[in-house]
């Protein structure tokens, strides 16, 4: 005979506004299998579960049903309060009466006896519960960081000073991300070289981060503790063990007019090269695509074109016929910092996006990007660091600063705000007044977006003491007008058409999904929201945890971020991958598919719909070793409980634990019986 105890919370006045909070506990004393029943005003404080402990010794309890807020919220908190009375913590159930009930409705009659209907539909699943044990998986004390920005650089920082290893993954040839290209940040208008050159050979020399650039992830497997990773390494025909970075191959390369990305676009490279002086690893990378042996091979010529980098290199590091490696790994924990890119502004876009062919970038080589004026700006840059128009090489006099390029445009596919370019194009603002000091900084705005500790301080400073002009509105068009940039816009303060003739216009483009994104987060069974950012599991209680247990996120792939919000989503991160490696074995809850194998046909349509690849194929033996058969089983340490599964199983072998047909037939019966 069942004894469930059911305690009805207040919630504040969250509950108890509209629903009758004495009168549900009166009407559940009544059900079958009540023992007792009682409400309390806060039922997660510590009093409210000293009253679920004493009422589970003092009335010989063998459930616990709260009706409350949502089981996301509290379910592990009295569960917890249940296992040290001594009641199997999964014999306890929330009956969500707030979400569910009380804040969606007015009428509090209807409220009250709804929320009755609720905790009666638990208490019946209650009766059929069972006294489930947690899963123990062991763990592998080792992380994966798949990003060498500087949220990546920080999370395996973090966690290689905690003692673990780390296998740093980043696609590029350096370590840096886009922080490596910038001239300055604000607030503090720091050297961003200054600031992250010592972290990135901190990453490169430390004992516990083992780094691996120009490569990527090809494949990720397992579950939680114990995840495979396959990780292609890309040939950079360049022999890393041999290489010393002295820079003879770059010296002798022919091909020295190709576009450099690192520079965007504004500066050239050779064939063979490292993206730039401060890169780490300093080792460089031949591109095959652009150089002249490997154009000669494709064409089919019987001799190579060209061998003059081979011929340099005194340490005959030099290898071109170097292929794709691959290395596979074990690790515990995946973090996420693969980061941003930035909106292309031309007329040709991705499906979904529209460009912005008013604006003449790409037609007008004085209509820059963001990105290119902070490599304008850079003492490293293409310019070492003197502002100069693209077109002809002289000092502009009159900058356009335009905001929201992409951003907020829901006409152009992008509704959401990019929260950084507001503060860059202060920033840029200032930059350029600091080195033309007789120029003129106007800058096209919708609204100022400065919510970071200093930010609008600084944002005024680039008005009241750099002399910026701000025009409230946005700009129609940009075009060229002999040796001047024309812009046409329109200032919403005054009410009137404003046109400039600009020597050069900066245009504060919005942040996006790095191309690939997806295809990752379907190696990593990983959701993306409607923009292509990895979705967090929760806002607020789960904001670096994703729905895959063991995946991690930090930086600007979750959504637009500055450097400092990066830094910190990196260091907790990492907080999270070392508290999951503080023991031996993770302890998970029990919620998970389990296959009847007397029942099975094994017509694994299970394993072809589960988005968490948790369920294989297992062979059936006889007594003497001979396979009979195959059936579907789920790996535990992999399911999330999702119940697709057992959705589509023809033979209706699969149940859920802790949601079997029997739970959830018994909760409709408790509905219609009450009718």
């Given at each position: 005979?069942?004894?469930?105890?059911?305690?009805?919370?207040?919630?504040?006045?969250?509950?108890?506004?509209?629903?009758?909070?004495?009168?549900?506990?009166?009407?559940?004393?009544?059900?079958?299998?009540?023992?007792?029943?009682?409400?309390?005003?806060?039922?997660?404080?510590?009093?409210?579960?000293?009253?679920?402990?004493?009422?589970?010794?003092?009335?010989?309890?063998?459930?616990?049903?709260?009706?409350?807020?949502?089981?996301?919220?509290?379910?592990?908190?009295?569960?917890?309060?249940?296992?040290?009375?001594?009641?199997?913590?999964?014999m306890c159930e929330m009956a969500n009466i707030r979400e569910h009930c009380s804040w969606i409705h007015e009428d509090r009659g209807e409220a009250t006896e709804k929320?009755?209907?609720?905790?009666?539909?638990?208490?019946?699943?209650?009766?059929?519960?069972?006294?489930?044990?947690?899963?123990?998986?062991?763990?592998?004390?080792?992380?994966?960081?798949?990003?060498?920005?500087?949220?990546?650089?920080?999370?395996?920082?973090?966690?290689?000073?905690?003692?673990?290893?780390?296998?740093?993954?980043?696609?590029?040839?350096?370590?840096?991300?886009?922080?490596?290209?910038?001239?300055?940040?604000?607030?503090?208008?720091?050297?961003?070289?200054?600031?992250?050159?010592?972290?990135?050979?901190?990453?490169?020399?430390?004992?516990?981060?083992?780094?691996?650039?120009?490569?990527?992830?090809?494949?990720?497997?397992?579950?939680?503790?114990?995840?495979?990773?396959?990780?292609?390494?890309?040939?950079?025909?360049?022999?890393?063990?041999?290489?010393?970075?002295?820079?003879?191959?770059?010296?002798?390369?022919?091909?020295?007019?190709?576009?450099?990305?690192?520079?965007?676009?504004?500066?050239?490279?050779?064939?063979?090269?490292?993206?730039?002086?401060?890169?780490?690893?300093?080792?460089?990378?031949?591109?095959?695509?652009?150089?002249?042996?490997?154009?000669?091979?494709?064409?089919?010529?019987?001799?190579?074109?060209?061998?003059?980098?081979?011929?340099?290199?005194?340490?005959?590091?030099?290898?071109?016929?170097?292929?794709?490696?691959?290395?596979?790994?074990?690790?515990?924990?995946?973090?996420?910092?693969?980061?941003?890119?930035?909106?292309?502004?031309?007329?040709?876009?991705?499906?979904?996006?529209?460009?912005?062919?008013?604006?003449?970038?790409?037609e007008v080589p004085d209509v820059i990007d963001g990105l290119q004026f902070e490599r304008l700006a850079s003492a490293s840059?293409?310019?070492?660091?003197?502002?100069?128009?693209?077109?002809?090489?002289?000092?502009?006099?009159?900058?356009?600063?335009?905001?929201?390029?992409?951003?907020?445009?829901?006409?152009?596919?992008?509704?959401?705000?990019?929260?950084?370019?507001?503060?860059?194009?202060?920033?840029?603002?200032?930059?350029?007044?600091?080195?033309?000091?007789?120029?003129?900084?106007?800058?096209?705005?919708?609204?100022?977006?400065?919510?970071?500790?200093?930010?609008?301080?600084?944002?005024?400073?680039?008005?009241?003491?750099?002399?910026?002009?701000?025009?409230?509105?946005?700009?129609?068009?940009?075009?060229?007008?002999?040796?001047?940039?024309?812009?046409?816009?329109?200032?919403?303060?005054?009410?009137?058409?404003?046109?400039?003739?600009?020597?050069?216009?900066?245009?504060?483009?919005?942040?996006?999904?790095?191309?690939?994104?997806?295809?990752?987060?379907?190696?990593?069974?990983?959701?993306?929201?409607?923009?292509?950012?990895?979705?967090?599991?929760?806002?607020?209680?789960?904001?670096?945890?994703?729905?895959?247990?063991?995946?991690?996120?930090?930086?600007?792939?979750?959504?637009?971020?500055?450097?400092?919000?990066?830094?910190?989503?990196?260091?907790?991160?990492?907080?999270?991958?070392?508290?999951?490696?503080?023991?031996?074995?993770?302890?998970?809850?029990?919620?998970?598919?389990?296959?009847?194998?007397?029942?099975?046909?094994?017509?694994?349509?299970?394993?072809?719909?589960?988005?968490?690849?948790?369920?294989?194929?297992?062979?059936?033996?006889?007594?003497?070793?001979?396979?009979?058969?195959?059936?579907?089983?789920?790996?535990?340490?992999?399911?999330?409980?999702?119940?697709?599964?057992?959705?589509?199983?023809?033979?209706?072998?699969?149940?859920?634990?802790?949601?079997?047909?029997?739970?959830?037939?018994?909760?409709?019966?408790?509905?219609?019986?009450?009718?």
């Open positions: 005979m069942s004894r469930i105890g059911v305690f009805i919370c207040h919630c504040g006045e969250n509950i108890a506004r509209t629903v009758d909070v004495e009168a549900v506990a009166e009407a559940l004393k009544d059900h079958p299998g009540v023992a007792f029943a009682t409400g309390y005003k806060y039922m997660c404080s510590d009093p409210g579960q000293t009253l679920v402990r004493q009422a589970i010794a003092e009335h010989d309890l063998t459930g616990v049903v709260v009706a409350a807020c949502s089981p996301h919220m509290h379910e592990r908190t009295f569960r917890r309060a249940c296992d040290q009375a001594g009641l199997n913590k999964y929320a009755i209907d609720i905790a009666r539909t638990i208490v019946e699943k209650v009766k059929h519960n069972q006294p489930l044990e947690s899963i123990r998986i062991p763990v592998t004390k080792r992380a994966l960081v798949i990003g060498g920005g500087i949220a990546g650089i920080q999370a395996a920082l973090d966690i290689a000073d905690g003692g673990h290893e780390v296998i740093l993954v980043e696609k590029e040839a350096s370590i840096g991300g886009h922080m490596s290209q910038l001239s300055e940040t604000f607030p503090t208008l720091d050297c961003s070289q200054c600031i992250l050159t010592p972290r990135m050979v901190e990453a490169y020399q430390h004992p516990n981060i083992t780094l691996h650039t120009w490569s990527e992830v090809e494949s990720v497997d397992g579950y939680i503790g114990n995840f495979t990773v396959k990780i292609r390494k890309k040939a950079r025909s360049v022999n890393e063990d041999l290489c010393n970075g002295c820079g003879d191959c770059q010296a002798a390369c022919p091909a020295k007019k190709i576009p450099s990305e690192f520079e965007a676009g504004l500066g050239k490279r050779t064939a063979i090269s490292v993206p730039f002086p401060q890169a780490v690893p300093n080792i460089p990378v031949l591109d095959r695509q652009n150089c002249t042996l490997f154009k000669g091979r494709r064409k089919g010529l019987a001799k190579d074109a060209c061998g003059k980098c081979k011929e340099a290199c005194l340490k005959g590091a030099i290898d071109y016929d170097a292929e794709d490696t691959f290395v596979e790994k074990q690790v515990g924990a995946i973090v996420v910092a693969v980061g941003f890119k930035l909106y292309d502004i031309g007329r040709e876009q991705p499906e979904g996006l529209k460009g912005y062919g008013e604006y003449g970038y790409g840059g293409p310019t070492a660091g003197a502002i100069l128009r693209p077109s002809d090489g002289t000092e502009p006099k009159t900058v356009v600063f335009v905001h929201c390029v992409g951003s907020r445009d829901p006409e152009k596919g992008i509704k959401y705000c990019s929260k950084i370019c507001c503060m860059y194009n202060a920033k840029h603002a200032m930059l350029y007044k600091h080195k033309v000091h007789d120029g003129r900084a106007v800058a096209f705005y919708m609204d100022i977006r400065a919510a970071g500790k200093g930010y609008d301080e600084f944002s005024r400073r680039a008005i009241e003491e750099d002399g910026a002009e701000y025009v409230r509105g946005r700009v129609s068009r940009i075009f060229r007008d002999g040796d001047k940039v024309r812009v046409w816009g329109y200032d919403t303060l005054n009410g009137e058409q404003v046109v400039i003739d600009a020597d050069m216009v900066v245009l504060a483009t919005a942040m996006r999904p790095q191309d690939g994104v997806r295809e990752l987060a379907q190696k990593l069974s990983v959701s993306t929201d409607e923009h292509g950012f990895i979705n967090e599991a929760h806002p607020k209680l789960r904001p670096v945890e994703t729905n895959t247990a063991g995946v991690f996120v930090a930086g600007a792939c979750q959504a637009p971020r500055d450097i400092p919000e990066s830094v910190a989503m990196a260091s907790a991160s990492a907080a999270k991958v070392m508290s999951l490696f503080s023991a031996d074995e993770l302890e998970r809850e029990p919620a998970v598919a389990i296959v009847n194998e007397n029942t099975c046909i094994g017509c694994m349509r299970c394993e072809l719909v589960c988005p968490y690849g948790a369920i294989e194929q297992r062979e059936i033996c006889t007594v003497d070793g001979q396979v009979c058969g195959h059936v579907a089983y789920v790996n535990p340490g992999v399911c999330q409980g999702c119940g697709t599964c057992q959705a589509v199983c023809l033979s209706k072998s699969v149940e859920l634990q802790t949601f079997t047909d029997e739970q959830v037939y018994s909760e409709i019966n408790a509905l219609c019986a009450w009718e």
